[in-house]
């Protein structure tokens, strides 16, 4: 082989050498900060991992809100309507946090199925809805009235 293409060959190895390794280091600090959406039902149903970070949401249940007096421990259940999940969260709340209201939960499920928020996010007004609470809910609402209209047996 000529000395020439030799040495240009080994430059465009380095590169590519150097290429891949940047690649690789890149897809690995993306994969650990991807934060996948899981509803009340996938969580309920098992689809959801355990111990890693995860965004939760949909409605606050109506009465389930219970605040620690002695710290700023919350714990409520957030629904789709088809499941429920206990959410626990230590922390202030934001001010639009209410019952009845969209939120997005940001921490992780526990292997006893509860999930540890280290963030809540709640609606900024009241037209928004978060678009994975959004299509979670209408998914839900789905099932719901498929499972209505499975159960209804036709008249004779």
Do not use: C, W
């Not at 590519?16 to 149903?45: H, M």
């Not at 890693?52 to 309507?81: C, N, Y």
Request: proline share 6%; glycine share 8%; no cysteine.
């Amino acid at each position: 082989m000529h000395p020439i293409r030799k040495k240009r060959l080994t430059i465009v190895l380095f590169l590519l050498a150097g290429l891949s390794i940047a690649v690789a280091l890149t897809t690995y600090a993306l994969r650990q900060n991807i934060n996948l959406f899981y509803d009340p039902s996938q969580i309920s149903a098992g689809e959801a991992p355990v111990d890693v970070r995860i965004r939760a949401g949909g409605m606050v249940e109506e009465g389930s809100v219970r605040r620690d007096p002695e710290t700023l421990k919350v714990e409520f259940l957030v629904t789709d309507f088809n499941a429920s999940v206990p959410v626990e969260y230590v922390g202030i709340l934001p001010d639009l946090f209410a019952e009845g209201q969209g939120i997005v939960a940001m921490g992780r499920l526990n292997n006893k199925g509860r999930f540890v928020a280290d963030q809540v996010l709640a609606k900024h007004d009241e037209n928004y809805m978060p678009p994975e609470v959004a299509d979670a809910l209408e998914k839900a609402a789905q099932n719901k009235s498929e499972a209505a209209a499975g159960s209804v047996a036709p008249a004779t």
